[in-house]
């Protein structure tokens, strides 16, 4: 055990995170996780095509993560990498949105976690991609296009499942419970999104009003005066953040530095 | 742009066009249009390159053959960059690439119109049928085999296939 906390724990202080380099990393955990999140469908799919749809939208969005903290790193310097920022920093140091770190639950569940989250990335990315950061920019605008398509997708299937059988809407009603507790806070900004970020508190009425469109066609209600978790964001998560880091760590803790 | 090029410069070019893509083998790295700028450097030679999708696995993949091609042909320090802005387009995609994607049986991708839009239930692109040319297809699902691919079935020769999304 000893070993095993020497191995991984780096005896030199981390480098200085600015706001800067606090956003980045803000924007590539959220990718991360939901990403990770996602991957764990691989193979348990309700069917084969929408198994592959979930599965290439893990794929994106962790491409999304990799330009994050490639970018990350150059800002941070020293010996930081992609895959230092990915599998050696710990709970507290991430600041993804707690809704990217919900179970899947089952699929009405990952469903409006998509929907929820593509609804606010594409917003946010629309104004990132002129944001005076080129690197940040570039990123954004890149990613634009196929975050378009997780959102058309995800919100088709909310309208399926909501506008479906008895059994499809009760689920989404339960996916509703589960998460919407958890929506606000993409929309509340930290101190550093605040400082050198898009203003999310801006975003938050062309956000209300796409849900409200795809509710409304899925004959769900939008829940009114629901009390919003918050904390993801400056690194206090819900109890299943420390879960997905276990499994997603795993192997550079135990074997550091291994490659493949 | 041609005129302008030196020998060093066409031979470059030249070799590229020999490398394809790990996952559509059919096509050159120089046919998907992701080769934007060749720079010959006092040191190095420094080839630009912009990635397809965000997450393709196959960059990683691409930048190393890149690298090997020029390795086998002599080159010494090769410098491989990525970058993402302008964001790549199907539009970039050489026409000689459309033939070849087709000639496999992938229907290549159409000329950019709605499909990034956020509209929902959209009707589906018309996509033509790379084996009997019928333009009676359906899509069966708008993600496929790779991040660049979409799932359609021909209601002629009832052959499903690969299509190569507007992007």
Redesign the interface.
């Known amino acids: 055990m000893q070993n095993f906390f020497n191995s991984t724990t780096s005896s030199k202080v981390p480098p200085q995170e600015g706001f800067r380099e606090a956003y980045t990393l803000h924007l590539g955990d959220n990718a991360l996780i939901l990403g990770q999140r996602n991957a764990e469908w691989c193979g348990h799919g309700p069917v084969l095509?929408?198994d592959?749809?979930i599965t290439?939208?893990s794929?994106?969005?962790?491409?999304?993560a990799?330009?994050f903290y490639q970018y990350a790193a150059q800002l941070l310097g020293d010996d930081t990498t992609e895959d230092s920022l990915a599998y050696l920093r710990k709970e507290r140091e991430f600041k993804n949105c707690l809704v990217t770190e919900q179970p899947n639950g089952d699929w009405a569940q990952t469903i409006l976690r998509q929907f929820l989250f593509s609804n606010y990335q594409?917003l946010l990315y629309q104004q990132l991609q002129n944001h005076k950061d080129?690197?940040l920019?570039?990123?954004a605008?890149?990613?634009?296009?196929?975050v378009?398509?997780h959102?058309?997708?995800s919100?088709?299937w909310v309208?399926r499942l909501g506008d479906g059988t008895e059994e499809s809407h009760k689920r989404m009603l339960k996916a509703i419970d589960e998460l919407w507790r958890y929506s606000g806070e993409l929309f509340i900004p930290a101190e550093y999104e605040k400082e050198v970020g898009i203003d999310v508190s801006l975003l938050k009425n062309d956000a209300d009003n796409k849900i409200s469109a795809?509710f409304e066609?899925a004959s769900l209600a939008v829940p009114q005066n629901v009390f919003m978790q918050t904390g993801g964001k400056e690194g206090k998560h819900t109890e299943h953040l420390g879960y997905i880091l276990t499994e997603l760590q795993y192997i550079q803790r135990t074997y550091p530095g291994a490659e493949w | 742009m041609v005129t302008t090029l030196t020998i060093e410069e066409k031979k470059l070019w030249h070799i590229l066009e020999q490398v394809t893509d790990p996952e559509v083998p059919v096509l050159t790295i120089t046919d998907l249009g992701i080769v934007r700028e060749i720079k010959i450097n006092d040191d190095n030679t420094e080839i630009i390159i912009t990635p397809t999708y965000t997450g393709c696995p196959a960059m990683d993949m691409i930048s190393m053959n890149i690298r090997l091609a020029l390795i086998e042909a002599g080159y010494k320090n090769v410098l491989i960059t990525t970058v993402l802005s302008p964001a790549w387009t199907t539009d970039w995609m050489s026409e000689e690439g459309k033939r070849k994607l087709k000639e496999y049986g992938i229907a290549p991708p159409n000329p950019k119109q709605q499909v990034c839009s956020d509209k929902l239930f959209a009707a589906d692109e018309a996509v033509q049928c790379p084996h009997c040319n019928s333009w009676h297809t359906h899509r069966i699902s708008e993600f496929g085999s790779t991040a660049c691919k979409a799932l359609y079935q021909c209601d002629d020769c009832k052959e499903p296939f690969d299509y190569f999304k507007c992007h």
């Open positions: 095509e929408q592959i749809a290439n939208i794929l994106d969005l962790i491409g999304q990799r330009n594409y080129e690197q920019a570039a990123i605008a890149k990613a634009l296009k196929e378009a398509y959102l058309r997708w919100s088709e309208i795809v066609e």
